[in-house]
């Protein structure tokens, strides 16, 4: 783990006024009576399913939630896992961990702790309380959400879908420039695809609306850091460098399902039809996490639904997106520790085979801001450290995150930047409305 000493104090809920206060005291909560609610929703599903024993499950799963929800709002220590999930002993190693830190701040509680820490334990606490719960331990408590942006985003897919499959028709004849301002084009949509998330509005619909392309211009003052043209050199540099025996790998760390997750479909298939890259890597969660993000059932449902669409660039993508997985083109992984409380500096400690892994990219995508929030560590850090810093040591390929500001943590700013914009949108850091592609070269 590493070392708490000389970094900044982590986010958390016992900074009152501060926006983690505020999540865990009003949105958090919120979520809970929403899942508790869709499984009240589902009970006659349950019974047709499995009769009464789904009944049962049920209800024993929403007495659980209470009771976490209960733990949450009178800020009760926070409880070892009881369940016996594979990650279950590093969970309770954790906990002792936070235990130990020697902050001063008494026994991990829902309040006092860092907030990333009770915001993940409580998605862990929600899986347990289906997964400990047969026969209803496969039910997803966030599928219909998920679906539901899908489908109420599906003007944008299509509008997206139509330019792409456009694109594809003279990609070969384009030259570098033109290349380059499609990557930015697409970088951007998958940007502000992170606007689309379901946990930053408690589980209420954030659906992408309007076309994806046709404010990008104006958008452009938005991104706080933009290192899209480093992006750009160092994918044109692989390439050059490329030979039969060494594949141009690129990986993406999801986010959201939904429109975002198409977003990031689309850039990936750019990333191989341009040629900048021979391979993308997908990285999704392994248990339903923070309301939207994407899963395994996720990641297949998606691509299916286009598959299966009426309108034909739709299903164009979906087609062509099946035999990119079909060929081994398009990898799909999942690895428990995208569902662990760690920050990324613990990775190589926490799970080296997975960093090890990282190491054989050219290029990390990390989408939205958990993964940013995790980069960095979660801290009050001063806007103008360097994010290479802020990684505190983890480089295990060059890396940029895609991430529009719904935290109140923000780094590699120069200086004055946010101050100025703070003195006059105090909510610029958890609104959405800014974005970063904020790049490290890992060296
Ligand atoms: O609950 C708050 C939060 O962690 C925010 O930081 C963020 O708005 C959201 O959940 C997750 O965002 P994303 O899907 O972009 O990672
Ligand atoms: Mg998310």
């Not at 309040?111 to 039910?139: G, K, T």
């Amino acid at each position: 783990m590493a070392a708490a000493t000389a970094l900044p104090v982590s986010l958390s809920g016992r900074f009152k006024g501060s926006f983690a206060y505020f999540t865990i005291k009003d949105r958090l909560p919120q979520i809970l009576t929403r899942v508790i609610d869709t499984l009240h929703r589902h009970k006659n599903e349950f019974f047709e399913e499995h009769g009464e024993k789904g009944v049962e499950a049920e209800k024993r799963a929403i007495s659980f939630l209470s009771k976490l929800r209960n733990e949450l709002q009178t800020d009760k220590p926070v409880t070892p896992l009881e369940d016996e999930l594979p990650d279950a002993a590093l969970w309770n190693q954790y906990l002792d961990y936070q235990r130990n830190l020697s902050n001063g701040n008494g026994e991990p509680s829902w309040f006092q702790s860092p907030w990333l820490y009770v915001e993940c334990y409580m998605y862990r606490r929600i899986h347990a309380a289906l997964a400990q719960n047969p026969p209803i331990d496969n039910f997803d408590v966030f599928k219909e959400g998920k679906a539901q942006n899908f489908f109420e985003s599906q003007e944008a897919v299509i509008a997206l879908c139509t330019y792409f499959q456009e694109l594809l028709k003279n990609i070969k004849d384009l030259d570098e420039k033109q290349l380059q301002e499609e990557l930015f084009k697409l970088l951007q949509v998958s940007l502000w695809g992170n606007k689309c998330d379901l946990s930053f509005s408690a589980g209420e619909g954030s659906s992408q609306k309007s076309s994806p392309l046709q404010s990008l211009e104006n958008m452009i003052p938005y991104i706080l850091v933009n290192d899209m043209e480093k992006l750009w050199s160092l994918l044109v540099n692989a390439k050059k460098r490329n030979t039969e025996k060494s594949n141009v790998r690129v990986d993406i760390i999801l986010d959201n399902a939904g429109f975002e997750f198409v977003s990031d479909l689309v850039l990936a298939d750019f990333l191989l039809s341009s040629k900048l890259a021979d391979e993308v890597h997908f990285h999704g969660k392994s248990i339903p996490w923070y309301v939207s993000d994407t899963t395994k059932d996720d990641f297949n449902w998606t691509i299916k639904q286009l598959q299966s669409a009426n309108h034909m660039w739709m299903s164009r993508c979906g087609i062509n997106w099946e035999g990119n997985l079909k060929k081994g083109v398009w990898v799909y992984h999942d690895h428990m520790f995208w569902t662990l409380p760690h920050d990324f500096s613990s990775m190589a400690e926490v799970a080296p085979d997975l960093y090890a892994d990282l190491q054989k990219s050219n290029l990390l995508l990390f989408k939205g801001d958990l993964n940013y929030r995790k980069l960095t560590g979660d801290r009050k850090w001063e806007y103008t450290i360097p994010f290479h810093q802020a990684l505190n040591k983890f480089h295990p390929a060059p890396l940029c995150s895609l991430r529009t500001l719904k935290s109140d943590t923000q780094v590699g700013l120069k200086p004055g930047q946010g101050e100025q914009i703070q003195a006059s949108e105090p909510e610029w850091m958890v609104s959405g409305k800014y974005g970063v592609v904020q790049f490290d070269a890992a060296l």
